[in-house]
């Protein structure tokens, strides 16, 4: 069982910035794709950003060009930096440890985020 141990949450004013920290466990090895997601309130959990290891980032439409995902696989941490944050960025963000080939699936406990307008 991996630990992914979010931190770096909090309430911000619009158009502030936030820098998201997930711990993991244990290496992050290279078939390891790593994430973040986001839960809103009365919605589903959607995806924010993922990056490979080769570091190869996705983003959501909705935060492109805001943030930035890096992971540090010497730390075995995965950041998120949210920059130009909105009202609707409001959500419980987690962190997602995914195994390319399926083989496992982790996620961290989350971290509130609160844009106030």
């Known amino acids: 069982q991996v630990q992914l141990v979010e931190s770096g949450g909090g309430l911000v004013q619009a158009g502030g910035s936030l820098r998201l920290s997930c711990a993991a466990s244990r290496t992050i090895f290279r078939l390891d794709v790593m994430g973040w997601y986001r839960q809103a309130p009365g919605k589903q959990r959607e995806l924010v950003a993922t990056?490979?290891?080769?570091?190869?980032?996705n983003y959501a439409d909705s935060v492109k060009g805001r943030f930035t995902i890096s992971r540090d696989n010497a730390k075995n941490t995965v950041y998120l930096q949210m920059n130009s944050l909105k009202p609707e960025d409001t959500a419980i963000y987690y962190c997602n440890m995914r195994n390319s080939w399926g083989a496992y699936e982790y996620w961290g406990q989350g971290t509130q985020v609160t844009v106030s307008s």
């Open positions: 990056i490979t290891s080769g570091g190869s980032p």
